[in-house]
């Protein structure tokens, strides 16, 4: 190379190898030979343009030309790297290829270089079959080597120089490295993400906010959630990283087409792992396979009611969480019945609905469901029977309602038996009468029919609940009773409960065969005087009796556990405090064979009772507001 910008040969050419030399190559050899040569010469002249123009010399980082075809000691003919890509790029541009592999310059990157390298044989054989095949190394390219070196001096050179060079000679000298591929094993996550499934009891709050729920299991903390709660994207910094939660720890399971095509719910068994009923979604909504069941009986003496106190009656205090069914039965009801069902709905709020309602004359018996779990509810079925002589009068009787969730069928029953103090055979005669007319199931198959009897009703089910108004009274006179309650002011009424008739009468097998009943703390709920908490002043003085109860029955044994049993002295609207009852009821898996109800439920009621709900809230609100303008210690002048 010249020292002051004087013209160099760059390319000497050698001189033409013969046959002998070339190992016996053919005169097709020799013009492939004479294209590669002018190649590299027409190359030549483009890096003496682009030295004078960044000064007159040569930039030191340009790769050095080759000398000429070269011989290994194998007889083959090396081949140049700069003229090997140029035929390389004209080729694939005669040939419009669509492979961005195969159509970048060979400066991109060291990687190129090496694949350009080791793609030599198939470039030569793809211009010419008959060329014997020939191999370039990377070790024994001083081409290659000298690429390298010059690359590295390149990166150093100011940022300018490399722009010039880069216009002039159409592309990029920058060195892009392949990605960098892990050593060995990644580090395990600092935080365990397992699937949270979805969690059917729920804390209650100002908002009746249900979806955080946090429980102590086996001396270790675990947070049931939501996977839709915001609170749950509050505790992840990086979005992505939520969007991927999401979407692998989600509630819903991936459908494949070819099961929508062959899959039918109606058909299946609880071994399936794509059953709706079956074993994997089951313990998906319920870890623990329990579901929590609230139980409410209630003599309303066919008067008015008031919304606020349903909330002392359905969401006490006292209770941590909201349950996953409300069962609602009520005797000698409200005269509208569509308003109390509003009301029922305006207090249970946005995350129940409706999910069956039947009466037979003033009884009244309403199933509410949390609104996650309506798809797994087979249809609902109802059956009345009348106690009366004349079927007309629907004063005394019973409704029945029953459904199957996952594998478990319901059976809930709401009675009004012949009252009086004396007549408890009568009341023994309604309950048999009861359980062989009541005509369920009707459709829903018999989750266990072995265990079925034809003669009484509650047997063909696996979880029966049965309360109401029995009438059943306590058979002492008025100043006994009295007595005894005010020795049990501690809360002990034991002494009370050896004088009840039911007790009796099931202990003597006559009622409720295989029925059990939650232990009594609670003092009589009937008779009172309407809204005090003194039992009956008039002058029939009647003896304060347990005639509102709550029974239950399972088929298997220990599978209701209960929470709680009491009456809501709170209420004091009718002669009758309302009882109720909590209950945790053990499910098990289902067959896909069962009519399912579809997610339907009453949607105008449930549209009726959140509007009034939002409109009671923000009267209150606006009250609020008011009282706090009119208010003389924080008006400002």
Known sequence: MAENGEDCTLYQPCKLPDKGDCGGADSRETKTF???????????????????????????????????????????????????????????????????????????????????????????????????PHSVTTSESPVFQDRKSSLSEYERRPRSQQSVL?????????????????????????????????????????????????????????????????????????????????????????????????????????????????????????????????????????????????????????????????????????????DWEICLQETLGPHYVMLYTASHGVLYLTVFIRRDLIWFCSEVEHATVTTRIISQIKTKGAVGVTFTFFGTSFLFITSHFTSGDAKVYERILDYNKIIEALALPKSIPDTNPYRSSPSDATTKFDQVFWFGDFNFRLSKDRAGVESIMKQAAGGDVSLLLDHDQLSKEMKDGSIFKGFQEPPIHFFPTYKFDIGCDTYDTTSKQRTPSYTDRILFRSRQANDITVLKYNSCSSVKTSDHRPVIAVFQVKLRPGRDNIPLCGGLFDRSLYLEGIKRRMTIRELKRKEAMKNQSSSTVCSIS
């Open 34 to 132: 004479l294209a590669d040569e002018k190649s590299s010469k027409k190359h030549n002249d483009d890096l003496v343009f682009a030295a004078g123009i960044s000064g007159g010399e040569v930039a030191a980082h340009l790769p050095r030309p080759p000398v000429g075809p070269r011989l290994s000691k194998f007889g083959k003919r090396s081949v140049s790297l700069e003229a090997t890509s140029r035929a390389r790029r004209l080729r694939n541009s005669q040939e419009s290829l669509s492979d961005r592999a195969e159509t970048g310059s060979s400066t991109d990157s060291l990687k190129e270089d090496q694949s350009v390298l080791s793609d030599v044989d198939t470039v030569r054989n793809e211009q010419d079959s008959d060329v014997r």
């Open 166 to 338: 880069e216009d002039h000679l159409g592309r990029s000298a920058k060195v892009r490295l392949s990605p960098v591929q892990p050593t060995g094993p990644l580090p395990a996550l600092d935080k365990n993400f397992v699937s949270t499934p979805l969690r059917a009891a729920n804390r209650i709050d100002k908002d009746c906010s249900d979806y955080a729920v946090i429980a102590k299991e086996k001396g270790g903390e675990r947070i049931h959630r939501n996977m839709s709660d915001s609170r749950l994207l509050e505790t992840m910094g990086d979005s992505s990283s939520v969007n991927s939660i999401k979407s692998i720890y989600s509630v819903l399971s991936p459908i494949r087409p070819q099961d929508v095509r062959n899959r039918s719910f109606l058909e299946g068994s609880m071994l399936g792992s794509g059953a709706l009923l079956g074993a994997d979604e089951l313990d998906r909504y319920f870890p623990d396979r329990r579901v929590g069941v609230y139980v409410v009986t209630w003599n309303m003496q066919g008067g008015k009611f008031h919304s606020a106190n349903l909330n002392d009656l359905l969401l006490p205090t006292d209770s941590e969480f909201a349950q996953d069914f409300y069962i609602i039965g009520v005797q000698e009801g409200c005269p509208d019945k569509r």
